[in-house]
């Protein structure tokens, strides 16, 4: 202390600037170099172009950069909370998968995935979700895990190089709607030879830019640190994937798809112990994607074949984004996942309950305590503990009791006690049923080969004409695809495949004929770090873009279930004690939910919300008769109404008994009633009715004189009816107010929405704009027409959401159907039992949504080519698998071409290098949906010993 007020009072020596010598002569230059550069800027002509050629050049760049800006807007239906996007692994085998989704879960939730099985969701940001599922190493779930993946990461085994896989997948992807796809390199540390890394890096990258687009992400993971992928590049790699922009597909924007997440069995035991072959009842889970889920609307389960809905519930999402306006960012506690496939998450929500998962090593049986005979606390047992132990030490479980003593209890859930004796039911007769399933192994494995199944004998012929589905198609003996466009067709016919055992496992290796460019390519140091610093770039950008687009999404969190989200998080941080506060919130926030509907209170109530009323009332006297049972009811089911309210649940549904008086309604039947109104009919006398026309007019002639004021010629004065109106005037002042603030709240969204979409789309974009600014805002200028469609849809649709938000829940459904990011759960009868028995959790469950007029059945005219890696043109009538849509099935083919006079001349061959007509019978699609045609869905590249593939026949 002493010493610094000593120092406060030390005078300092100014600084004295040099006057010769180096630094005086820097100082110098420096200066002379501002004022040069002052004048250069003051110079008017600073900014023009001095060259004709440049000003063409910038011009021309600014013109194309402006085109490929334009483009005709998508109309994006979803709002309000956006379902998890879905992020597919794919790769050839081993290539280390499952590994990366479970270091990117690790790096986003801190929690290790024991098995990767099924989609498992995480909370990646404030706003946003990831879903990430494995893609399965056979065609059907490739050509399944193409049309729900919104990013692919293709893996690639660096040490190995490109492997057919990687580039059936993106044929597959190309064919159905071309999502966001980014590269992977693995399996870098088997490179011993630093320069030798680098050229492969290099030769990779290329090859990688030739398949998809010049400057297509690829990642390197360079090796494994104990067991896992470097955290450094892992969050990278986490960081990209989080910023980016998933464009909607159109074949997904129209169809409502479900990948299925969660998926039970739910056929009465009894059934399926009198015959195990029986058709099955199952429930699926998952968020709702694509577009709003009609009620009535028929399902596709790929593979399985086309249902109805048994029903379709709106459950609360397992995995709520943490609610952007208490917190700045997720922090690590409040992280979530649900993975209920890979056995993830403490908490599983049901229909009828409430599930706890207790992990086995918190569960202290205390029943070891007794039979050592003391317990560390002392004689005395708390009656918890008690009742526990009788529990434990129970041998008839409590319905069985309860049957015997012919007291019903629990009588208004008899399906528990139905459940519970069904259960035992079954465990009686466990070893019969296993008697059953043995001759099923043996059929299992015989059926191996073909995994595909149709359902074109259930559907109805029609003679309904088809749309030209537009496509190409086939593939090699194992395997056939479609061609997306015609470039990347020829850049792939190079491509050949060479089958061989590689580490004891047979790979079939892409090699390619052309030999990219090498020679181009540069593998100096330099260019690398150029990489690496364009990587930062992106990053940046990328980085700045996420900050927009979660400000973009803010708009949308206001969803109806997020508040309630977050409660429901609190309770499960809080545990078990805080139960009843949680059920508290729920029922508080279903009463809340109850606004005042003006379309039931002026045309009554729909037939579903009396029918539910009417359910309400019976469901209600029968819990007069035995209030106790609410305490017996399972936890989840009460939340679970006040929370759902959409399939039959009867709390939200509005009782319109409160605004009707039933003694005040007249009775039409009286004469003297119905003589009352008359005259308000075509029939009655209207000369009244003129009259008070008259009159009204009149009146209304003196209200519009607003104000008092004196006519001073005939020196009449007339006075205001505002203060006798000072009622009404408030009302109207309230609706004002209200409608002024509703103005103001789609300005706002649209002024968001301009400031979003005016930018530019891409950060290239973004920089580019500051270079040739003036010629992009003038431009920008000209697609007047572009902003203006955008500026009508979204006005559009903030217009038809103003109309929902003033529906009650029940009527909203029925309208618009259940919306994009609902957690569902679809109930389906009498599937396939093939279903169930061959049920993989890796093989993740695609449910789509039948359009109008796709369940008719009916002959189809497709275009068709032979895809070049299929060695054989194709026969007409052989059988052959078909993609289109959500649907997979297997058909005959007749090919044609189409002569110059219009015919269709048959082919019993497809051409070689052309297009051809292709009729089949199947189920039809709308035109312009993308073919793909399989010849054999045949795995045998996967399996380890030798077998004699297709594939190996023609090499
Ligand atoms: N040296 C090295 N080993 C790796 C790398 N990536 C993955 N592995 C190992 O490769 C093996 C296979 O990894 P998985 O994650 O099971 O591969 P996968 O693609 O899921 O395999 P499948 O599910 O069988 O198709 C594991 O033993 C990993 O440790 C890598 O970059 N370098």
Redo the contacts with the bound molecule.
């Keep these: 202390m002493a010493m610094d007020s000593g120092a406060d009072g030390q005078s300092h020596k100014a600084h004295r600037s040099r006057h010769s010598g180096a630094s005086a002569k820097k100082k110098t230059k420096a200066k002379n170099k501002d004022q040069n550069s002052d004048q250069k800027q003051q110079n008017p002509k600073a900014f023009a172009f001095r060259s004709n050629a440049k000003a063409k050049r910038l011009q021309s760049r600014a013109v194309e950069k402006e085109q490929r800006r334009l483009h005709l807007p998508v109309i994006d239906r979803s709002y309000g909370e956006l379902p998890p996007f879905v992020v597919v692994v794919q790769?050839?085998?081993?290539?280390?998968?499952?590994?990366?989704?479970?270091t990117l879960v690790k790096h986003y939730t801190k929690h290790n995935l024991p098995d990767?099985r099924g989609p498992i969701t995480i909370v990646s940001g404030k706003q946003r979700r990831l879903q990430f599922v494995?893609c399965p190493?056979d065609i059907n779930g490739m050509i399944d895990a193409a049309k729900f993946a919104d990013l692919a990461l293709l893996?690639i085994d660096?040490?190995y190089g490109f492997e057919m896989e990687t580039f059936e997948f993106l044929n597959i992807l190309q064919v159905h709607g071309f999502p966001k796809v980014m590269g992977v390199l693995?399996?870098?540390?088997?490179f011993k030879d630093v320069k030798k890394l680098k050229k492969t890096k290099q030769r990779l990258k290329h090859r990688f830019w030739t398949e998809i687009y010049d400057g297509a992400k690829l990642f390197y993971?360079?090796?494994?640190i104990h067991?896992k992928?470097p955290k450094r590049e892992v969050h990278n790699l986490a960081r990209f994937i989080s910023v980016m922009k998933f464009p909607p597909l159109s074949w997904r924007t129209s169809h409502p798809y479900i990948l299925v997440d969660r998926f039970e069995d739910v056929t009465p035991p009894e059934r399926v112990q009198m015959n195990s072959k029986c058709d099955r009842n199952v429930t699926l889970y998952g968020y709702l994607r694509g577009c709003n889920l009609k009620k009535g609307t028929k399902i596709h389960i790929a593979g399985v074949g086309d249902f109805s809905l048994a029903g379709v519930t709106g459950l609360s999402d397992p995995c709520p984004l943490p609610s952007a306006a208490k917190k700045k960012g997720p922090r690590d506690k409040e992280k979530l996942f649900y993975a209920p496939m890979s056995g993830l998450g403490d908490l599983l929500y049901d229909k009828d309950a409430v599930y706890i998962n207790i992990n086995d090593h918190f569960v202290q049986y205390s029943k070891v305590d007794e039979m050592g005979g003391t317990t560390n606390k002392g004689n005395k047992r708390d009656v918890g503990e008690a009742l526990v132990k009788s529990l434990q030490t129970i041998k008839n479980p409590i319905d069985e009791k309860l049957e015997k003593s012919k007291i019903s209890l629990f009588s208004q859930n008899p399906n528990s006690s139905l459940e519970a004796e069904d259960h035992n039911r079954d465990s009686d007769e466990a070893p019969k049923l296993i008697r059953d399933i043995e001759p099923l192994k043996q059929y299992q494995s015989n059926g191996e080969e073909d995994e595909s199944e149709f359902d074109l004998d259930s559907s109805e012929s029609s003679d309904q004409d088809e749309g030209v589905p537009e496509c190409a198609m086939l593939k090699s003996e194992g395997r056939n695809f479609e061609e997306g466009n015609a470039d990347a067709s020829e850049r792939l016919g190079r491509v050949k495949e060479q089958v061989e055992f590689h580490n004891g496992r047979k790979r079939r290796k892409a090699i390619f004929g052309d030999g990219v460019d090498h020679s181009n390519l540069k593998s100096t140091d330099e260019e690398n770090e150029g990489d690496e610093d364009d990587d930062d770039d992106d990053d940046d950008n990328d980085e700045g873009e996420n900050d927009r687009s979660n400000e973009d999404n803010e708009s949308c969190s206001g969803s109806e279930f997020s508040d309630g989200d977050e409660e429901d998080l609190k309770s499960e941080e809080d545990g078990m004690g805080n139960i009843s506060k949680w059920r508290a919130s729920l029922v508080e926030r279903a009463s809340k939910k109850q606004n005042i509907n003006l379309m039931q209170l002026v045309y009554g109530k729909s037939a579903s919300t009396s029918n539910t009323s009417a359910n309400e009332v019976k469901d209600d006297s029968e819990n007069e008769e035995s209030d106790e049972d609410e305490f017996f009811k399972p936890k989840g089911q009460r939340a679970k109404n006040s929370i759902e309210g959409l399939d039959g649940g009867n709390i939200n549904t509005e009782d319109c008994s409160k605004s009707t008086k039933f003694s005040e309604l007249k009775n039409w039947k009286e004469e003297e009633v119905y003589e009352s109104i008359r005259d308000r009919f075509v029939t009655g006398d209207w000369s009244k009715g003129a009259l008070r026309n008259q009159m009204l007019e009149a009146k209304t002639e003196e209200d519009d004189m607003d104000g008092d004021f004196e006519d001073l010629e005939t020196g009449e004065k007339h006075e205001s009816h505002q203060k006798d109106d000072s009622s009404n005037g408030g009302i109207q002042k309230e609706d004002d107010d209200a409608i002024e603030e509703r103005r103001l709240k789609k300005l706002a969204l649209r002024a968001k929405f301009d400031a979003h979409y005016d930018g530019s789309e891409s950060p290239e974009e973004e920089t580019d704009v500051q270079n040739g600014g003036k010629f992009h805002r003038s431009q920008a200028n000209d697609s007047g027409y572009y902003d203006k469609l955008k500026e009508e849809i979204e006005l559009q649709k903030q217009i038809n959401i103003a109309e929902l938000e003033d529906l009650d829940e029940t009527t909203r459904l029925e309208i618009e159907g259940f919306r994009t990011g609902m957690y569902l759960r679809l109930e389906v009868h009498d599937v396939p039992f093939e279903m169930i028995e061959y049920f993989d959790p890796?093989h993740p469950i695609l449910v789509g949504g039948i359009g109008l007029g796709e369940e008719n059945v009916g002959y189809m005219q497709t275009r068709l080519k032979r895809h070049r890696w299929h060695k054989k043109v194709l026969k007409t009538r052989d059988p052959i698998i078909v993609s289109i849509g959500w649907r997979r099935y297997q058909t005959t083919p007749v090919y044609a071409i189409e002569d110059q006079n219009g015919r269709h001349r048959m082919l019993k061959y497809t051409p070689e290098h052309m297009h051809c007509l292709a009729m089949f019978w199947g189920p039809l699609a709308p035109p312009k949906t993308g073919v793909l045609a399989v010849q054999n869905l045949s795995n045998n590249q996967l399996c380890m010993k030798p077998k004699k593939s297709p594939f190996e026949a023609l090499n």
């Design positions: 790769g050839p085998p081993q290539v280390g998968k499952s590994l990366l989704i479970k990767v494995e190493n893996l660096g040490s693995t399996h870098l540390d088997k993971l360079s090796g494994l067991g992928y890796c």
